[in-house]
């Protein structure tokens, strides 16, 4: 528990914002493996990419959840830019296992593919870490206590000038 900070944090934004991305799959047919291991497997491979090369412009290390049928990975990126140039980019892994998949998916119920695109700045999103390690967006960009951006998410998001916490942190 050594990477465990104690206390209230929350993530400090560049001045530039961040990315959010939530990609995944759901598992429609599970027995159907042939159709949709090579999704599962082509996520891992571009993951494998971005984490050896850092000036792609992925923040940190993407986290991956499972819930039922839906793999979840959240990935923080630098900005839109460079989410767009990788997934464009030719020479890199998105854009075949990108185009492989749209010809397989016209027939292919098995499996489904979503992601959501999130741009962040320190006045549109608002965070809280307490007694944690560096995680989500304080991982990915910059942890400060939360009493210097403030005690309540309302004031933290600049929603109100008063910060009246509903707890007493």
């Not at 119920?109 to 999103?125: F, K, R, Y």
């Not at 939360?146 to 998001?157: D, E, T, Y």
């Amino acid at each position: 528990m050594s990477n465990v900070q104690s206390g209230r944090f929350s993530a400090q934004l560049p001045d530039s914002g961040a990315v959010v991305l939530l990609i995944g799959m759901r598992i429609n047919q599970p027995w159907r493996l042939g159709r949709w291991i090579p999704v599962f497997v082509a996520m891992g491979k571009m993951i494998a990419e971005l984490r050896r090369n850092p000036s792609l412009g992925l923040l940190s290390a993407p986290r991956s959840y499972l819930s039922g049928r839906v793999i979840l990975v959240v990935q923080y990126w630098r900005d839109f830019e460079s989410l767009e140039s990788y997934a464009r980019n030719a020479e890199l892994t998105h854009l075949g296992a990108w185009r492989t998949f749209n010809q397989r998916a016209r027939d292919n119920s098995a499996v489904g593919v979503w992601h959501e695109t999130i741009l962040v700045n320190q006045d549109s999103c608002e965070s809280v870490y307490v007694n944690m390690p560096l995680f989500g967006l304080a991982g990915a960009t910059q942890s400060v206590a939360a009493r210097l951006v403030g005690n309540s998410a309302a004031l933290r998001l600049k929603v109100r000038d008063a910060d009246e916490p509903p707890v007493e942190p």
